[in-house]
């Protein structure tokens, strides 16, 4: 019954910025932890920032000093800020959601969105 709606995909010259959102249809507030993933063609999909419902943020190494994931409970909604982009992170963004205990246990993802940095 969840559902994530991601926005802010777009192009974007290397250098610049864009900022992601991804908002939640319910309350985020109880969420286990919110993500963003990325997959470019003919990768895995990785994981690129975590926060989890305490506050605090992981990311990979490869955006660590340039991108910042937050949220806004009232607003039920999750961000992904990302400066100083470069080519190499052109990919498709999902957002992702893990939430419930026990039985109603469950991960949700967004649709993705496209994110494409020009040289």
């Known amino acids: 019954q969840v559902q994530l709606v991601e926005s802010g995909g777009g192009l974007v010259q290397a250098g610049g910025s864009l900022r992601l959102s991804c908002a939640a249809s319910v309350s985020i507030f109880s969420f286990n932890a919110m993500n963003w993933y990325r997959q470019a063609p003919g990768k895995q999909r990785e994981l690129v920032a975590t926060?989890?419902?305490?506050?605090?943020?992981n990311y990979a190494d490869s955006v660590k000093g340039r991108f910042t994931i937050s949220r806004d409970n009232a607003k039920n909604t999750m961000y992904l800020q990302m400066n100083s982009l470069k080519p190499e992170d052109t990919a498709v963004y999902y957002c992702n959601a893990d939430h419930g205990v026990g039985k109603w246990y469950s991960t949700t993802w967004g649709q993705g969105t496209q994110v494409t940095v020009s040289s």
């Open positions: 926060i989890t419902s305490g506050g605090s943020t």
